[in-house]
Structures are given as structure tokens and as C-alpha cells.
Nanobody, 127 residues
């Protein structure tokens, strides 16, 4: 399985921005569909955004659409999540996830579809 390491979390005021990164251990990174999920205290882990193997397709949840953007750089084995116009309700631990897929255009939005997870990075938005 691929190893994933997230970074870029922190404390930010409402309306601010952060950029999360997730670096994968394998050079076969372009075989993996990638996703970002988040988990707030006392809540289940929820889908945030996902991107296909080559970055041709992306999808984000309604709660972050227009504010968060997922992207990837396969040459750097890294997927990014740009967080803009942050709100206090965005406070959570953010996790990246990966799964090897044959279809280069597929975007996966369900937690159980992913096989590898990072350790998470904390994002805290103050009001």
C-alpha cells in the first residue's frame, strides 16, 4: 500500500486560506485516485473532495464547493487541497486517501472505496 503524509494544517481566522499537501511514497502515484476527507470532533469522517488519476476529473462536496479546490502534481507524487474562505465549521482533522484504479477518469467519493490513508492534519478556524 502507498504511504501518505499530510501537511499544511494550522490555525487560521475565518475568511482565511490554507493549502494542504499530501505526499505519497510511491512513484506509481499516477495509478491512484485520490481523495480528501475530514472529521470533526464527535462526527463521522466525511467526504470533501476527490480527483482522478491524471487530474482530468475532480469533484467536491456541496459544503465546500466554490471554496476548496483539489489538484495533483503526479511528478511530485502530491495531491493538494486549497482551502479558501474558511469558516469555523471547517474545523476538523483532514485526511488524504488513495486507491489504485484502472480507470483513469474515475472519481471516488465514498470513504470505504479507499484503501490507504494518511495520519491527518488539523485545521482550526477561529471566528
Amino acid at each position: 500500500q502507498v504511504q501518505l503524509v499530510e501537511s499544511g494544517g494550522g490555525l487560521v481566522q475565518a475568511g482565511g486560506s490554507l493549502r494542504l499537501s499530501c505526499e505519497a511514497s510511491q512513484d506509481t502515484f499516477n495509478r491512484y485516485a485520490m481523495g480528501w476527507f475530514r472529521q470533526a470532533p464527535g462526527k463521522e469522517r466525511e467526504f470533501v473532495a476527490a480527483i482522478s488519476r491524471r487530474g482530468s476529473n475532480a469533484y467536491s462536496s456541496d459544503s465546500v464547493k466554490g471554496r476548496f479546490t483539489i489538484s495533483r502534481d503526479n511528478a511530485k507524487n502530491t495531491v493538494y487541497l486549497q482551502l479558501n474562505i474558511l469558516k469555523p465549521e471547517d474545523t476538523a482533522v483532514y485526511y488524504c486517501a488513495a486507491v489504485a484504479v484502472a480507470n483513469s477518469d474515475v472519481v471516488l467519493t465514498t470513504r470505504t472505496q479507499y484503501t490507504s490513508w494518511g495520519q491527518g492534519t488539523q485545521v482550526t478556524v477561529s471566528s
